[in-house]
């Protein structure tokens, strides 16, 4: 299978993995499928390395796109915000703490609060209510922001920064109030 690479997959790999001194496209060809598939995003693992391979498929070109980069670590990390299993080790928790740090040693010096309209924050919640607090697919998202530009005049960086993620934080909002996560 042929891979493509975000810009911030190849920033990712250099910044975690410089001293494997290998390219990232030899890296992910030995990679094994690692944890489950959620829509049209899944991991992949170098066993032999500890690399965790962030990928989404595009449906409509069925091209299979490497978002991110992530140490074993961070991955499980990532996943215990999600599983409540891992909450009781102590161990993962200190893991999940450091990880945490060193990811915000990364992060912006002067990062700057994104404040959301209260438009958005509107439109958002009626988009989740009719779909069921469920992440629309990638059609259904790309229709909304067609939509959106059209009616509201919303550019694609308040798209980027400010809908989907509030989208985002409303359906995790939901599920883990509804005990889906836990």
């Known amino acids: 299978m042929k891979f493509q690479f975000s810009d911030h997959s190849k920033d990712r790999f250099v910044q975690r993995f410089s001293h494997l001194e290998i390219p990232i496209e030899n890296a992910i060809k030995c990679a094994i499928p690692f944890g489950g598939q959620i829509g049209s995003q899944y ?47 102590d161990d993962i928790k200190q893991k999940v703490e450091k990880n945490r740090e060193e990811a915000a040693k990364f992060k912006d010096d002067n990062p700057q609060e994104v404040i959301v309209p209260d438009f958005i ?17 990638f059609k259904e998202q ?27 934080k409303i359906v995790h909002e939901y599920h883990n109030k509804c005990g889906r996560f836990s």
């Open 43 to 89: 991991l992949l693992l170098n066993t032999e390395h500890n690399i965790v391979f962030a990928v989404v498929i595009n449906r409509e070109t069925s091209e299979h796109w490497v978002k991110t980069t992530l140490t074993h670590e961070q991955a499980m990390a990532n996943m215990s915000r999600f599983c409540k299993f891992f909450s009781s080790n």
């Open 142 to 168: 790309r229709q909304h922001e067609k939509k959106m530009k059209e009616t509201f005049k919303i550019t694609n960086k308040q798209l980027k920064e400010m809908f989907w993620p509030e989208v985002g």
């Open 121 to 137: 924050q509107k439109m958002a919640m009626e988009l989740i209510q009719g779909l069921n607090f469920q992440f629309p697919n």
